[in-house]
């Protein structure tokens, strides 16, 4: 059973800073792609940043430049370090990890439970 673990969320005002942290813990052979999506109310959820094994990023428009995504494959763990926040990044943030399960299976997309960040005054 593959986990993933959350934490960091919380209430900010706009121009502040939120650090996101997402742990895999479990049976599993290698992680891939980790990643970071947000859903804010009434709206779908979308890609805010992702990270590969070899450390090639990937961010949507709207973060670049005030958001950076890391890892430590050591530690089976993705940060999401978000400055200069705005109202509008005001969602739930949820982890996301493309988990390889066993030598020669398949990858498995699997998620966090979900953090809310708040950006407000």
């Known amino acids: 059973q593959v986990q993933l673990v959350e934490s960091g969320g919380g209430l900010v005002q706009p121009g502040g800073s939120l650090r996101l942290s997402c742990a895999v813990s479990g049976n599993f052979f290698s992680i891939n792609v980790m990643g970071w999506y947000r859903q804010a109310p009434g709206k779908q959820r979308e890609l805010v940043a992702a990270?590969?094994?070899?450390?090639?990023?990937n961010y949507a428009d709207s973060v670049k430049g005030r958001f950076t995504i890391s890892r430590d494959n050591a530690k089976y763990t993705v940060y999401l370090q978000m400055n200069s926040l705005k109202p509008e990044d005001t969602a739930v943030y949820y982890c996301?990890?493309?988990?390889?399960?066993?030598w020669g299976t398949g990858i498995t997309p699997y998620w966090g439970q979900g953090t809310q960040g708040t950006v407000s005054s």
């Open positions: 996301n990890a493309d988990v390889r399960v066993g």
């Open positions: 990270i590969t094994r070899d450390h090639n990023t």
